[in-house]
């Protein structure tokens, strides 16, 4: 029994956002069907991919997206395609797409007329900025999101440019704000009986994710001074440090061995001694580099001292931690081998995410197909 094996959800949307969102519920036993437009899920173009040959067959990031998930190609704008994407809207719990605003509209999937239909159907959308509003029809890039939402004003050198985190950390986000309002709309589902409409804006949920900035700006005026994370060299890498609280600057040079330095009033509070970083920063590289990464993780972390360890990604595939805990879980390839994908971002104990179906089997074409 899986928690979500009662749901169906019908997934017509591309990318990242809305795939990373029905992977939610697929990973918890929905069934969740992948319809893919003919010419494929625009992921497919984005690797890894197996000795960087591109294909879109066997790119890691559709796996990912797509595990757990049944397959099917098929063309919406035509007529027979309308006719039976509508068929399985009727049998759905959930749709979800990242339609332009005014596509579904086009095509007479307007949500009045799928709820006439079934009237428990949640209707999810994601899209850059919402349905409304003066940004609704702009384009829009990882890059995008993250200078709009403020979020690469936190990153960078304080003396350059703002810079876009990696990845595609925009993209997951409003994925999980879809994941948790299609869920809270299934739950008011379970006392009235019908199911709602879900708008999600990828900017909106990217600046949820920068709130405590934006609302100390909103509240004080002021806006926070572009910080480098103290990220210090050790005896076999980088470790990063915060150590803010007056508590933990104090055990942490008390751990070093070094009270001179804990108690010395220049450096009294937190203010004084960000004013002072580089003359702390000389002091401390010393201590560091006596130290492995692992030891400095496993000495500071009791004493409430937030450390992290640089690693790089063959580090972290064979992190002892990951491991124990099962993180990483192993996904088949279409023309054999397997890589390791992430596992679940959250567990159940009584009905925990399996994974059962690769992506890629059991009613999934080929994306030449």
Known sequence: MSALSDLRVIDLSSGIAGP?????????????????????DASRSLGPFPDDR??????????????????????????????????????????LESFPPGY?????????????????LVHVSITPFGLTGPWRDYASTELVQHA?????????????????????????????????GAMTALADRDFTGRGQFVEVSELEAAAAMFSPQILVAMHSGRTHE????????????????????DATWEYMWLFFDDPETAYDPRYATNADRERLADEIEAKLLPHLARYTMEELFHELAPLRILIGMTLDVASLMDDPHLGERGFFAAAPLPGGGEFR??????????????LERPAG????PPARE
Do not use: W
């Not at 992430?342 to 009905?351: D, Q, V, W, Y």
């Open 361 to 364: 089997a059991d009613g999934f």
């Open 341 to 354: 994908l992430p596992g679940a971002p959250f567990r159940m104990s009584r009905t925990p995410a399996v």
């Open 226 to 245: 572009r910080r480098s994370l103290p990220i210090l060299p050790c005896k076999d890498g980088f470790v990063s440090l915060n150590v803010r609280h």
């Open 54 to 95: 591109p294909d879109p067959d066997s790119s890691g990031m559709f796996i990912y997206l797509n595990r757990n998930k049944r397959g099917v190609t098929l063309d919406i704008e035509s007529e027979r395609g309308r006719a039976r994407a509508a068929d399985m809207f009727d049998d759905a719990d959930v749709l």
């Open 104 to 120: 579904m509209d086009a095509l007479g999937f307007r949500y009045e007329s799928l709820e006439a239909r079934n009237a428990g």
């Open 148 to 180: 709009a939402s403020g979020q690469s004003f936190a990153n960078g050198s304080p003396d350059r440019e703002p810079l876009k985190q990696p990845g595609y950390e925009s993209a997951y986000q409003a994925g999980v704000c879809a994941f948790v």
């Open 20 to 40: 990373f969102c029905s992977k939610l519920f697929a990973d918890f036993g929905a069934d969740v069907i992948k319809v893919e437009p003919p010419g494929g």
